[in-house]
C-alpha cells in the first residue's frame, strides 16, 4: 500500500514533514518521496505501483487544469465503469486519475458511488481548503474550521 502525508503547517514544519515521509517510504517504493506544497499545505506521497505502473500517474497527482491536487492510496474496484458510466475522459489508467475527475465533477457526492477501500487528500489550490476521506468517513476541512 501507498504512504500518504497531509499537513497544513507551512514552512514551520517542512523538514520534519520530509523526515516523516522518509519514515514511510517502504510503502511505496516505485515512486517514493512525492512532494509538493502549495502555501501552508504540504502534500506527500510514496507510490506502490498496482494498476498504472507509468510515472504519468504519480503522486502528488493533479488536475488538468492544476487546480486541484490529489495523494491516495487505496483501490477504488469499480472505477473504469464509473468512468464509462460519467463519461469522464481519461489520460491515465489510474484510479488516482478517477477519483479526482468525480469529485470535480460531483463534489464530495462521488463518495456514494465508489466501491472500494481508500484513503485520500484533494487540495484546492484556488480555495485552499481540502477534503480527507478516510475509508467511507468523510470529513470537510474549509481552513481551520471543520465539519462533519
Same mark, same amino acid.
Given at each position: 500500500?501507498?504512504?500518504?502525508? @497531509?499537513?497544513?503547517?507551512?514552512?514551520?514544519?517542512?523538514?520534519?514533514?520530509?523526515?516523516?515521509?522518509?519514515?514511510?517510504?517502504? &510503502?511505496?517504493?516505485?515512486?517514493?518521496?512525492?512532494?509538493? !506544497?502549495?502555501?501552508?499545505?504540504?502534500?506527500?506521497?510514496?507510490?506502490?505501483?498496482?494498476?498504472?505502473?507509468?510515472?504519468?500517474?504519480?503522486?502528488?497527482?493533479?488536475?488538468?487544469?492544476?487546480?486541484?491536487?490529489?495523494?491516495?492510496?487505496?483501490?477504488?474496484? %469499480?472505477? &473504469?465503469?464509473?468512468?464509462? !458510466?460519467?463519461?469522464? %475522459? +481519461?489520460?491515465?489508467?489510474?484510479?488516482?486519475?478517477?477519483?479526482?475527475? +468525480?469529485?470535480?465533477?460531483?463534489?464530495? &457526492?462521488?463518495?456514494?458511488?465508489?466501491?472500494?477501500?481508500?484513503?485520500?487528500?484533494?487540495?484546492?489550490?484556488?480555495?485552499?481548503?481540502?477534503?480527507?476521506? +478516510?475509508?467511507?468517513?468523510?470529513?470537510?476541512?474549509?481552513?481551520? &474550521?471543520? @465539519?462533519?
Amino acid at each position: 500500500m501507498c504512504g500518504i502525508l @497531509f499537513s497544513g503547517t507551512g514552512n514551520k514544519g517542512k523538514e520534519n514533514f520530509l523526515n516523516a515521509l522518509k519514515l514511510i517510504v517502504h &510503502r511505496g517504493p516505485d515512486a517514493p518521496l512525492g512532494f509538493y !506544497q502549495h502555501e501552508d499545505y504540504m502534500l506527500g506521497h510514496n507510490r506502490l505501483s498496482i494498476i498504472d505502473i507509468n510515472e504519468r500517474s504519480n503522486q502528488p497527482f493533479f488536475s488538468k487544469d492544476r487546480r486541484y491536487i490529489i495523494v491516495y492510496n487505496g483501490e477504488i474496484y %469499480n472505477f &473504469r465503469e464509473l468512468a464509462k !458510466q460519467h463519461s469522464i %475522459n +481519461m489520460v491515465t489508467e489510474s484510479d488516482t486519475e478517477l477519483l479526482l475527475e +468525480m469529485y470535480i465533477k460531483f463534489g464530495s &457526492r462521488m463518495l456514494n458511488w465508489l466501491n472500494g477501500m481508500f484513503s485520500f487528500v484533494i487540495l484546492d489550490t484556488y480555495k485552499s481548503w481540502r477534503i480527507r476521506s +478516510m475509508h467511507s468517513y468523510l470529513k470537510i476541512c474549509i481552513r481551520k &474550521r471543520c @465539519f462533519f
